[in-house]
């Protein structure tokens, strides 16, 4: 599981997570804090990463797409580095099972709830 977290989750959660997926990495750490969200889309589709996101435009661009990467869209009031680590150790085994089912391309991960799509 090959993790790529956008902008605006703090490159804090690296650290913290690193333990729980085969590689993660974060846009800022990668000298693209300033490139826009079709490049990234690009990007992890050419690096084979699954993105961790706020942003409702990759799962938007996914399905004009055909579904070509996987997504991990975060809907979450608190996005605290703290509470996005929390969330994520706490869905882990949704988020194993998302990346074993070629069928799904985005999970959605809330406050509330957990689906995928």
């Not at 800022?28 to 996101?53: E, F, K, N, P, S």
């Amino acid at each position: 599981m090959k993790i790529l977290l956008d902008q605006n989750i703090s490159y804090l959660a690296i650290k913290k997570l690193d333990n729980l997926f085969e590689e993660i990495a974060q846009i800022g750490r990668l000298g693209m804090a300033q490139t826009d969200d079709a490049m990234i889309w690009q990007y992890a589709r050419t690096h084979g990463y699954t993105v961790v996101t706020f942003d409702a435009y990759f799962k938007e661009r996914n399905i004009l797409s055909e579904h070509p990467i996987k997504i991990i869209w975060l809907r979450c009031q608190d996005t605290s580095p703290d509470y996005i680590i929390k969330i994520l150790k706490n869905n882990i085994e949704v988020i194993r099972a998302f990346f074993e089912n070629t069928h799904w391309s985005c999970l959605e991960i809330s406050d509330k709830n957990t689906s995928p799509s």
